[in-house]
């Protein structure tokens, strides 16, 4: 495949330019996923309450699941849009891909 309008699609090769805003939001909700797993894996340790250990992990799912979807429109707002309109539309077999891995 050719040189990408946008750089973000072929993994480990390109670079992504993202917003401040964006970075900072992802960063802070990894940051949270982070602390919230830390605390999952404290309470398996502790030997803490199954149900318990399961309702804080479905809530760090929502919580990644959120981060996806954030990443997802970013990326459908501007390299999808920039290769689409470049002519590249192969693009649109790459996002069907991810999102079967989403969906």
Do not use: W
Request: hydrophobic share 35%.
């Amino acid at each position: 495949m050719g040189e990408q309008a946008c750089g973000c699609c072929a993994p480990h090769t390109k670079h992504t330019p993202r917003s401040d805003e964006l970075k900072a939001d992802v960063t802070r909700r990894l940051n949270r996923a982070i602390g919230q797993l830390n605390g999952i894996k404290a309470m398996v340790e502790e030997d803490r309450y199954c149900g318990d250990v399961l309702t804080q992990l479905a809530a760090v799912e929502k919580a990644v699941e959120a981060i996806s979807r954030m990443v997802m429109r970013d990326h459908l707002q501007t390299c999808v849009t920039e290769r689409i309109q470049a002519g590249d539309t192969e693009v649109i077999d790459e996002v069907m891909d991810l999102l079967r891995k989403f969906g």
